[in-house]
């Protein structure tokens, strides 16, 4: 984690971190330090770069000092890292030669821009070079004329070092950033946490002057609330007389350092040089405080007596009922502070939750790395001794051609092994990247302001989103095998020696496929299954054979031989248990089998009428669950589901009946005849119904005729059991007649004749009813 808590110009653990507009932190003391001066005459700036240039500074503004820009070099006013808040550049005390070597441009008229200053810190960040003293003067003199001076014809800009995005400072510089107080307080938490481990003790210490020339400075004996430097008492006289712009500075008496930095305070870290994360030491902690000082309760930096009690939707800042009543934030939509809270909180965990889970990943795929390490290391001596002893078996003319063999398998190792490190370092470094963002998150969540969250918290999620995104697919599996697939062929004759080399790609039988589990499933009375072959096979794969059960615990039988990896099987028997597996095959021969697995269909069925089955002249509806007719005459129309065995029943619901036509119902072969009523051949066995009578008809046969039949709202229930080889009907829940079905085998699908005075609706995945009525028989 302690990454995540360093600054990215100085390198040092956050000192008054602030939060950029692009949501990245940086200190106070280093924001300074990289702040540019643009010049009033440079006009080609876009418009939102360019505040307050020709009418000077107003009197609050006047009060915060320019900032500096020897932060290379030596001490300067501002903080410990030679500068001040304000925002402006030291170049207004007499660095104006410098200007034309700072260049800032708009990327999209958004605010934004870049720069290239001529320096750069010990860390990779570009700093402002140094200005020069005035000719016979001291530099201290020199820096405090730079301090008590500001140019009414030039504004500032700040580049974030991370992502190099500009954005330009207000009156207020960058005291108009908002502190990342939640950032504070985890940098706090953690140095007091790693100075409990290393048992440091922290010294007493005492705020020294920033801007002494003495060695060593002498103690501080004020702090400038508004400057935020520390002053000895010759140095305040000299450089913050109190007098013009700072006569309405306040200065306090200087907090004690921090524990952390009480145990390493030297006269030499009062310079502010960026190099050895000096670059970050602020004058004494104002604002950041040792662990004994409580931390202050977070106010709104434009009404600075109103706590935060809303959060801004639109400008996703906090804000005080002030800012919603008097600010800009009026007319935008808020939310509780609370409530928001809570929600970017949740939004947070759930993100850690994916980058915690590939961070889990990570550590098993190093542990697989190391252990490919060891059979890499173990084949490689494995191959070597054997090509050792067979070369040492030929004759005197194979020693040339051993030492070409031995080369190359020492070098496939070694490109192995090498593959195998590089993967180990990367993924070794995204782990720990992950990981420290995983406990700065962690912390984060732990703390208890709001406020203070939310100013982060957009960014986290982003940040953590982003990282869970780097573990790309494929990421996470090695690239090079352990095997050492070299073969050394030791019968060829002498004159073939000097063409002796390894035989690759030996043709082996494959082995066993890997059944992927997340794509098989079911659906009614059919199961997919999918298969791939594992990584690193090199044996060629020319087919596989997909195996299945009865669905009963009975021998296996071949469902498909092919190429595909993937393959549905339909016409399964329902409320069914399946067993499959698969193997690959070659030239070479057949492999092993897959590991098998289990797979249940449904335990009722679900389908629709089929339109590709039906008669031209059904007309489906709903989804193809209600049909009716085009024609006068019977049209037969089949169900998308067929049976082999079990009970199954469904329902049909009567929507419309005129006329008294009289429509069937019953089960048929796919094969059955369309054009005419269902039951007249012997590919269907169905009940046609009048508004009176229902009979049995099958091969044109009229059986069992039963009094009682359909209208307009009327319920027809079928009854297949194949079990039993019987089939039953039912008219509003009264059974019409006895059972009656063939001894048949085979599948049968549910079917249906209609004409066009007759639309029913279809009911399907019922359980068998258990309440059903007896018939009532009236004759043939």
Not at 239 to 257: D, E, I, M, N, Y
Not at 626 to 648: N, Q
Not at 746 to 762: E, H, I, K, Y
Request: hydrophobic share 35%; charged share 20%; aromatic share 6%.
């Amino acid at each position: 984690m302690e990454e995540e808590l360093k600054c990215p110009v100085c390198g040092s653990l956050f000192r008054e971190p602030i939060i950029l507009p692009c949501s990245h932190n940086v200190c106070l003391p280093c924001a300074r330090t990289i702040a540019v001066q643009t010049p009033d005459g440079e006009q080609h700036l876009p418009q939102p770069l360019l505040h307050s240039r020709s009418s000077g500074l107003p009197a609050g503004a006047a009060a915060a000092p320019p900032l500096d820009h020897d932060a290379a070099a030596g001490p300067a006013c501002g903080g410990a890292s030679g500068s001040a808040a304000g925002g402006l550049g030291g170049g207004a005390g007499g660095g104006g030669d410098h200007a034309d070597k700072l260049s800032l441009y708009s990327e999209t008229d958004s605010g934004y821009g870049s720069y290239t200053p001529s320096l750069k810190s010990p860390n990779g960040v570009r700093v402002l070079p140094m200005v020069p003293a005035p000719p016979g003067s001291s530099a201290a003199a020199a820096r405090g004329a730079a301090c008590s001076s500001l140019s009414s014809s030039s504004s500032s800009s700040i580049t974030c070092p991370q992502c190099h995005r500009s954005a330009s400072l207000d009156h207020r510089g960058l005291r108009g950033f908002q502190r990342n107080r939640l950032l504070e307080a985890i940098v706090q938490r953690y140095q007091q946490g790693r100075g409990a481990v290393h048992g440091a003790s922290a010294a007493a210490a005492v705020a020294i002057c920033q801007l002494c020339d003495r060695t060593p400075p002498e103690p501080a004996a004020t702090l400038c609330e508004q400057c935020d430097v520390l002053y000895c008492a010759a140095c305040q006289l000299k450089c913050h007389p109190s007098r013009g712009p700072f006569a309405k500075h306040r200065l306090v008496q200087p907090p004690p350092p921090p524990p952390a930095e009480a145990a390493s305070a030297s006269p030499g870290a009062a310079q502010g040089a960026p190099s050895g994360g000096g670059g970050c030491k602020s004058p004494g902690g104002a604002g950041a405080a040792g662990g004994s000082a409580a931390r202050k309760f977070p106010t709104c930096p434009e009404h600075e007596m109103e706590n935060y009690s809303m959060y801004c939707v639109s400008c996703r800042t906090p804000v005080c009922y002030l800012c919603l009543e008097e600010g800009r934030h009026g007319k935008h939509e808020v939310k509780p502070l609370g409530a928001m809270w809570k929600q970017h909180k949740a939004q947070l965990s759930q993100a850690l939750n994916g980058v915690s889970d590939k961070a889990k990943e990570a550590k098993e795929f190093l542990v697989q790395l190391k252990n490919i390490l060891q059979q890499i290391q173990e084949n490689g001596l494995d191959y070597e001794a054997c090509l050792v002893a067979q070369c040492d078996a030929l004759v005197d003319a194979l020693t040339r051609q051993k030492a070409k063999l031995l080369t190359k398998v020492t070098k496939e190792r070694e490109h192995k092994l090498k593959m195998v490190w590089d993967q180990i370092n990367h993924c070794t470094l995204k782990l720990r990247q992950s990981t420290g963002l995983m406990e700065y998150c962690l912390e984060v969540i732990k703390e208890n302001d709001p406020s203070g969250f939310l100013q982060i918290s957009d960014a986290l999620i982003k940040r953590v989103q982003v990282s869970q995104e780097q573990w790309v697919k494929g990421a996470l599996e090695p690239k090079v095998s352990a095997e050492f697939d070299l073969t050394l062929d030791s019968e060829p004759l002498l004159q073939a020696i000097h063409q002796l080399d390894f035989i690759q790609m030996k043709c082996r039988v494959p082995p066993s496929p890997l059944l992927q589990l997340e794509k098989c499933c079911t659906h009614n009375n059919s199961v997919t299954l999918a298969w791939r072959m594992p990584p690193f096979t090199h044996s060629p794969v020319d087919g596989y054979i997909l195996e299945l059960d009865d669905g009963d615990g009975g021998q296996f039988r071949e469902v498909y031989v092919g190429k595909e990896t993937l393959c549905t099987i339909d016409g399964l028997h329902f409320n069914s248990t399946y067993n499959a597996r698969v193997k690959a095959f070659n030239s070479s021969g057949v492999g092993p089998y897959s590991k098998t697995v289990v797979l249940q269909t449904s335990d009722v069925a679900w389908f629709t009428f089929d339109p590709n089955s039906g008669h031209r002249d059904i007309i489906l509806s709903n989804d193809n669950q209600t049909a009716t007719c085009s024609s006068y005459d019977d049209r037969v129309v089949l169900g998308t589901a067929a049976f082999s065995k079990g009970v199954h029943y469904w329902e049909l619901h009567v929507d419309r009946y005129d006329n008294h036509p009289d429509p069937a119902f019953g089960v048929a072969r796919a094969s059955v005849v369309k054009d005419m009523m269902l039951g007249k051949d012997d590919k269907a066995w169905a009940m046609y119904v009048d508004n009176n009578r229902s009979w049995f008809m099958h091969c044109n046969s009229h059986t069992n005729r039963t009094e009682g039949g359909v209208c307009k709202g009327a319920t027809v229930g079928v009854l297949l059991d194949l079990n039993k080889h019987t089939l039953t009907f039912f008219i509003n829940g009264q059974q019409q007649g006895p059972t009656a079905f063939s001894h048949v085998e085979g599948v049968f699908m549910p079917a249906l004749s209609l004409n066009r005075n007759v639309q029913v609706t279809l009911h399907t995945g019922l359980e068998v009813p258990t309440n059903l009525g007896r018939p009532k028989l009236s004759g043939n």
